[in-house]
């Protein structure tokens, strides 16, 4: 199946889970990324999103969950593009990779270091590609500030200060606790991945904290984190992320001749900005609203084609929950872990970057963004 449809150079799809992300971004990028991808089934609980969203996107196949392995073993597809809660990654692309089928998730990872191994040694032993949608390391703002930050323009970078923040609605999945949701899982980890590609290292000292106000909305996960990283060079890292503020995704880097901050620095669906400064002079770039998840599509179909390995892999995603590991224990024990031993050779550079026009959000089937 997966050699008979290399030859025809498209790798052919089935997305998992049918929420906001997938509704919003995910399906509609499949038109931008055509020349090696294909949508060709939907996977969901609901009966209303399958018979809605496979007739809006002329789709033949649909499957329950219960029906997830009849959907791997079918021969339809050579991939699938997990969408669902954090808690459901980790089984979902296990059971993926024993069909022999390709696995493209959406970040975080999973909820804990244990799941992200499994996730890695299922591929490895069933020779299938692994990503983790890390959508910011195809685009051009991002890849640019590695650029800005690297090249000495702002001297001898010290500093990195994260933002990301948004006021989530009180019936959203990010506020449950048994399907993964967290502000530090959800939106802190744009930090903790910016962090570690803008100072090339990964962080060797976490100190973390957590605070709530007396509201039902925090009664299973906390308002809002904030962490403090050590990295080598004697640098440092905070951010802050929450779920209780109106929405800011920001992030500045400070260095001995200048700074660069990025306002606004992770989102989708809208143009990025930065900004800097080199003593008394200061100038703005703006990066025009642009498709962020086509790239991911084009680059993971690519590396199934050409038998390469695909970048971010498994180990960016779990290099990421080791850290978030630690932040947890930080915040439980109230005192500063230390994390050794761990060198991650792979970076993002420009040389990924890949350019796509802005996709229209299209009428979504049951499903709203996490903030009205």
């Known amino acids: 199946m997966a050699n008979k449809q290399t030859?025809?150079?498209?790798?052919?799809?089935?997305?998992?889970?049918?929420?906001?992300?997938?509704?919003?971004?995910?399906?509609?990028?499949?038109?931008?990324?055509?020349?090696?991808?294909?949508?060709?089934?939907?996977?969901?609980?609901?009966?209303?999103?399958?018979?809605?969203?496979?007739?809006?996107?002329?789709?033949?196949?649909?499957?329950?969950?219960?029906?997830?392995?009849d959907c791997l073993s079918s021969g339809e597809i050579d991939a699938v593009f997990i969408a669902l809660p954090n808690t459901m990654h980790k089984e979902y692309t296990v059971r993926a990779a024993e069909a022999g089928i390709h696995v493209l998730c959406e970040k975080p990872m999973a909820t804990t270091v244990d799941e992200c191994e499994a996730m890695i040694d299922a591929a490895e032993a069933n020779n299938v590609k692994l990503m983790i949608a890390y959508r910011l390391h195809f685009e051009e703002a991002n890849l640019k500030a590695i650029e800005v930050v690297n090249s000495g323009e702002i001297g001898d970078a010290r500093i990195f200060l994260g933002t990301n923040v948004?006021?989530?609605?009180?019936?959203?999945?990010?506020?449950?606790?048994?399907?993964?949701?967290?502000?530090?899982?959800?939106?802190?980890?744009?930090?903790?991945?910016?962090?570690?590609?803008?100072?090339?290292?990964?962080?060797?000292?976490?100190?973390?904290?957590?605070?709530?106000?007396?509201?039902?909305?925090?009664?299973?996960?906390?308002?809002?984190?904030?962490?403090?990283?050590?990295?080598?060079?004697?640098?440092?890292?905070?951010?802050?992320?929450?779920?209780?503020?109106?929405?800011v995704s920001t992030y500045q880097v400070l260095g001995t001749k200048g700074n660069l901050l990025l306002n606004p620095a992770t989102g989708f669906g809208t143009?990025?900005?930065?900004?800097l400064t080199i003593g008394d002079k200061t100038k703005e770039t703006v990066f025009k609203n642009r498709d962020q998840f086509a790239p991911e599509l084009l680059h993971f179909s690519a590396c199934i084609i050409d038998d390469k390995m695909p970048e971010p892999s498994g180990e960016e995603g779990l290099v990421d929950m080791r850290i978030i590991e630690a932040i947890r224990h930080s915040i439980e024990t109230h005192k500063p872990m230390?994390?050794?031993?761990?060198?991650?050779?792979?970076?993002?550079?420009?040389?990924?970057?890949?350019?796509?026009?802005?996709?229209?959000?299209?009428?979504?089937?049951?499903?709203?963004p996490p903030a009205s």
């Open 7 to 69: 030859e025809k150079k498209r790798i052919r799809y089935a997305v998992v889970g049918l929420g906001w992300i997938a509704q919003a971004a995910i399906l509609p990028a499949f038109k931008n990324a055509q020349e090696n991808s294909e949508l060709v089934a939907l996977v969901s609980d609901d009966q209303t999103k399958l018979a809605e969203l496979s007739k809006q996107y002329d789709i033949e196949h649909t499957y329950r969950y219960e029906e997830y392995d």
């Open 166 to 247: 948004q006021n989530v609605d009180p019936d959203n999945i990010r506020l449950d606790a048994d399907l993964g949701g967290n502000p530090l899982d959800d939106v802190g980890i744009y930090c903790i991945n910016a962090a570690r590609y803008l100072f090339r290292a990964e962080p060797n000292e976490i100190t973390a904290f957590q605070a709530s106000k007396p509201d039902p909305k925090f009664d299973e996960v906390p308002e809002m984190v904030s962490v403090i990283m050590r990295f080598p060079g004697e640098r440092l890292a905070q951010f802050v992320c929450g779920f209780g503020t109106e929405k």
């Open 271 to 275: 143009d990025l900005k930065h900004i």
């Open 338 to 368: 230390r994390l050794e031993g761990y060198k991650r050779n792979k970076r993002p550079s420009l040389k990924q970057e890949i350019h796509k026009p802005p996709v229209k959000t299209p009428e979504l089937v049951k499903a709203k």
